[in-house]
């Protein structure tokens, strides 16, 4: 990788400072960003190291919501008492992340940042209508997941913590790549007061995406054979060695119905 | 140049590194721990598995920089006083190998394995969470009976040493 500048602030502030350099990155669990350095995909003329930052971690209940920390690593999701007794599938989700190693070292905050078309927290914001908090406004997730690779964040803007609505009933349904772990397809299907919320990563051109058709026929009858007869389209779906579209798109109905199955 | 300062293997090691300096090459290049092994460099294989404060990571993704402060475990810290680690025995016990590339990786991420699970580990549960570490030689039937050995003696030490 090229050589940059390394900071490790203590405090957000100090934090917020170091990134007003506009070709400075805030640096994670480097899960994705350090092995996209070693390519030369990347090359930030600093790192501002986040994890030296307290604030940054945690997971606490809120009322209706559980809210985490942008820092807190996926280990710390996926073993989480509060997370496993709220959103028991966003724990489970957390807990499928990669590999143990990864999991030890990467964090909420950096999966949503990057928004890999194939991560699977997009799945888990977009379905359970988090809010993405950052150092300046609030950001709902349906606004926040502009396209692959691409959020709403701003130059400079740094996540700071999500808040997960608790659902009624929720599951998260992967097919991951057998190489790399990351989802093919993942879907994550949530009820709520509101009606049910359909969430799918791992196959959109542009990202995670919402299905309308299954979240009013699951609204209206919360069971895996309200889907039958129903159907993605391939259009806008990605192909790649790993899967066309088609397949991809028989995945999304297929693990939604399962998904729905375990959310009981 | 930054400086950096950490705990390796009980000792307490520092040095003024370039900032990209990898966890890897650090122990490896600079403190001559060539015991963690670099196989994919691209965070996949778990050869270079490590532990820094307990828990068990890739040293190639990684910044040395990043583990300033912290307590690091390399496969060289795991036996004590000349005895080897009961993870490191029970892989010589079953060949738990074949030309050993991968086996340091394997032993570290064993050892988290039990510390995270607890030492009654059923096959599934030892597939799945060396989900991390890949072998290209043994078809993995003696790793896998390795790691549920290692763990068993992990318990009955971790028993026997509560009891005195």
Known sequence: MYAFEYHRPTTLAGALADLENADAKPLAGGQTLLPTMKQRLASPSALVELSGVPELSGIARDGDAVVIGAMTRHIDVAQSPVVAGAIPALAALAGGIGDPQVRNRGTLGGSLANNDPAADYPGAALALGATIVTDRRRIAAEDYFTGLFETALEPGELITKVSFPIPQKAAYVKFPSPASRYALVGVFVAKTADGVRVAVTGSGESGVFRVDSFETALSANFSPSALDGLSVPADGLNSDLHADADYRAHLIGVLAKRAVAAAG | ?164
């Open chain 2, 1 to 164: 140049m930054v400086h950096v300062s950490m705990t390796v293997n009980g000792r307490n090691v520092s040095a003024e590194i370039d900032p990209r300096t990898l966890l890897v090459q650090f122990l490896r290049d600079t403190l001559r721990l060539t015991g963690t092994h670099v196989g994919c460099d691209t965070s996949q294989c778990g050869a270079c598995t490590v532990h820094v404060d307990g828990a068990a990571i890739k040293s190639c993704t990684t910044l040395a920089i990043s583990c300033n402060g912290s307590t690091v475990t390399t496969i060289e810290g795991l036996a004590k006083a000349g005895k080897l680690h009961p993870m490191q025995q029970a892989f010589q016990d079953n060949h738990g190998l074949q030309c050993g590339f991968c086996t340091p990786g394997m032993i570290m991420a064993s050892v988290d394995m039990v510390n995270r699970c607890g030492p009654d580990l059923d096959e599934a549960t030892i597939r799945h969470e060396l989900e991390g570490n890949i072998c290209r030689c043994t078809g993995y039937h003696n790793i896998v009976r390795s790691v549920a050995q290692g763990a068993r003696e992990m318990g009955a030490a971790a028993t026997a040493q509560a009891a005195e």
